[in-house]
Every structure is written in structure tokens, then in C-alpha cells.
């Protein structure tokens, strides 16, 4: 399934964070994604083929 990631979408992720969170904010999208983890507020950033890989789902802002 192919998702169409934007700017404070939530990304859910098949590992889970230290803090337990599997749920990612997304602060910038391109060639690298900024993300956010929901359960800390650690952030991150990631390549965008990993965020594709590992993707498990995805909650639009506007949902």
C-alpha cells in the first residue's frame, strides 16, 4: 500500500520506540523525513525509504 505522507501526519511504525510509542508526528517530508515520537517528543531523522519500509499505518491531521 502506497501512502501519501504529509506535514503532521501520524506514522505508525513496525518498532517501537524506548519509551513504548509507536506513533511518529511527521515534521518534514523529502528525501529525509523529520519525525516526532508521540509517547516522548524525541526527534529524529530518518531516510525516506526506511519510513516507507516500516510503515504500518498512517493517520491524516485532518482525521
Request: net charge positive; charged share 35%.
Amino acid at each position: 500500500m502506497e501512502y501519501k505522507y504529509e506535514v503532521g501526519d501520524i506514522v505508525k511504525l513496525k518498532k517501537k520506540h524506548p519509551c513504548g510509542s509507536f506513533e511518529w508526528e511527521i515534521l518534514r517530508v523529502g528525501a529525509d523525513f523529520r519525525l516526532k515520537c508521540i509517547g516522548c517528543g524525541h526527534q529524529i531523522m530518518i531516510d525516506r525509504k526506511s519510513v516507507v519500509k516500516n510503515t504500518r499505518g498512517l493517520r491524516h491531521k485532518n482525521d
